[in-house]
């Protein structure tokens, strides 16, 4: 199982998990201190366990996709990457607060 992941955020700013290029958000939390995140699109059913900030346990046998969460997560990041290398005077944290704020702006579907 691959557990590698990062940490993002959704278009609601919560913070949520990048997993394979698809976004998860935090449904709950269990007694025994587990996350369940589940995929932000609302017709997929994976579902993520997640313990001390690392995967213990993800769902992907249930394939059930809209692809668009892909591209949409690619296109922060490919627009990330590119504003870090030619604003060098720019925090990264800075940058990327600004992409963010622009893909929020050009797209309206809950991620
Ligand atoms: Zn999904």
């Known amino acids: 199982m691959d557990t590698k992941f990062t940490w993002s955020t959704t278009q609601k700013g919560e913070k949520a998990l990048l997993y394979k290029n698809y976004l998860y958000r935090l449904r709950r939390e269990n007694q025994n201190g587990s996350l369940i995140y ?4 609302k017709s997929c059913p994976r579902v993520i ?4 900030d690392a995967i213990i ?3 992907v046998t249930r394939y059930n ?3 668009r969460h892909t591209e949409d997560a690619q296109t922060v990041f490919t627009g990330l990457k590119r504003r870090v290398i030619t ?3 720019q925090s990264i944290g800075e940058i990327y ?3 963010v704020k622009k893909f929020r702006r050009a797209n309206l579907i809950d991620i």
Do not use: I
């Open 49 to 52: 366990t997640l313990k001390n």
């Open 38 to 41: 589940v995929c932000t699109n």
């Open 57 to 59: 346990q993800c769902d």
């Open 87 to 89: 604003d060098v005077d």
């Open 65 to 67: 996709h809209d692809p």
């Open 97 to 99: 607060e600004e992409e």
